[in-house]
């Protein structure tokens, strides 16, 4: 708890109001309680749903999702920063869809840190060209996470399906030499990989490609079905590392599947208390793992502090604190263990 406190009075956008938000959040939390005072520390923000790749194991890539396609207008954007910027401490700018196919991206950015917010985005970097890298360098963004994923083309494009490895190395580049131009530290570069068949003998040279083109930070990630947890490997299989230290299932004789970690599931889920999704539509979610069908309430409607803490909301963690495993779309999610899944290599 110290630690937590000493951590948050050292982030460089500390105010008194996030950091008396951030101990009310954290009691809450603690204490699992229904109703959350204050705001939650951190929020996602869906730029857009819409995406120029098909992988496989999304559920945008894979078209299984039960909602339209769109894009958050500035506007609304603006919206929701106005209301939560004076407690929460960041948001993330991400979800089911490729943030930079939003037109107002950098706007978005650029509003988000007038207001004092660290900004993180993710992206597949199939649009960053040297606007764009010129622009969100200027515009202050915090982290940029990006999906290497392979160490030529077709190591990528077997998971990246329509992407072109190129253009990923082309806007790392960019970014990097933004960076330089503009005398500036920021945005720190994550390179993110899941390991599959395709590049698991090539760890070592997508290390040094990342540090070569500026990343800070090289991000290992397990192969998972982001769609639901798999009933059985077989959809995977060309996908699914040889090496069984890298696979996030594993599958007993009898054809069951179950996560490959030591940890043991708390059959709890802090996200409903501090990280909260908000989809381009207005639609809050209690994370980013659920796409579809759980629904708190709707932030353009009525506003965030309503929809936060919306009678459906209020239930859910009252659920939770008996137990995700009861509820179906909870029950498997991987958030208690989900540092397993990864390995972090700063470069």
Not at 133 to 152: K, M, N
Not at 186 to 192: D, G, L, S, T
Not at 336 to 341: S, V
Request: aromatic share 8%; proline share 5%.
């Amino acid at each position: 708890m110290l630690k937590k406190l000493i951590g948050r009075l050292a982030r460089p956008n500390h105010t008194w109001k996030r950091f008396f938000n951030g101990c009310l959040n954290y009691a809450a939390k603690k204490m699992a309680l229904p109703f959350v005072p204050g705001m939650p520390e951190s929020v996602l923000i869906e730029p857009t749903d819409a995406c120029n790749l098909r992988c496989p194991l999304c559920p945008t890539g894979a078209g299984v999702r039960q909602r339209p396609t769109g894009s958050m207008s500035l506007e609304n954007f603006c919206r929701i920063i106005d209301e939560i910027a004076p407690s929460v401490y960041g948001i993330a700018l991400s979800n089911y869809g490729e943030a930079f196919l939003n037109r107002d991206l950098t706007a978005m950015i650029r509003y988000a840190k007038a207001k004092g917010l660290e900004v993180n985005c993710v992206t597949n970097a199939q649009s960053i060209g040297p606007q764009e890298a010129r622009e969100i360098v200027e515009a202050g963004l915090d982290v940029l996470t990006v999906s290497l994923d392979g160490y030529d083309q077709q190591s990528y494009a077997a998971y990246r399906v329509g992407g072109e490895f190129s253009k990923v190395v082309e806007g790392l580049r960019l970014i990097k030499e933004q960076k330089a131009a503009q005398k500036r530290t920021a945005p720190v570069v994550v390179a993110q990989c899941i390991v599959m068949k395709q590049n698991e003998a090539h760890l070592g040279e997508i290390e040094k490609l990342a540090r070569e083109l500026g990343a800070q930070r090289l991000v290992l990630k397990r192969l998972c079905d982001l769609r639901a947890f798999p009933a059985s490997l077989d959809g995977m299989k060309e996908l699914l590392p040889r090496d069984p230290k890298y696979r996030a299932y594993t599958q007993g004789e009898d054809g069951s599947v179950r996560w490959n970690v030591a940890a043991a599931d708390r059959d709890f889920c802090p996200l409903a208390w501090d990280f909260p999704a908000i989809n381009w539509d207005g639609t809050l979610f209690p994370c980013c793992f659920i796409c579809d069908g759980l629904a708190m309430g709707n932030v353009f409607e009525s506003g965030f502090a309503a929809a936060w803490n919306s009678p459906r909301f209020r239930q859910l963690r009252a659920q939770i604190k008996k137990g995700k495993g009861a509820l179906p779309v909870c029950g498997r999610c991987a958030v208690n263990f989900y540092g397993e899944l990864i390995r972090g290599i700063e470069l």
